[in-house]
């Protein structure tokens, strides 16, 4: 029990990492799909001028 009260710090220290990691993933990827179809509409204007 004593090595698990040791290494707890660590491990709830990788937990928080892998956490905040997933929601920085998710927001990047939300951004990336908005940045995505921003460019598309861009595009679809230029293409309907010609």
Do not use: C, Y
Not at 23 to 35: D, G, N
């Amino acid at each position: 029990m004593q090595e698990f009260m040791d290494i707890w710090p660590i491990v709830s220290g990788l937990i928080a990492v892998a956490a905040i990691a997933v929601a920085f993933r998710a927001e990047i990827t939300a951004r990336v799909k908005s940045l995505e179809e921003k460019v598309k509409t861009l595009f679809d204007m230029i293409n309907r001028m010609k």
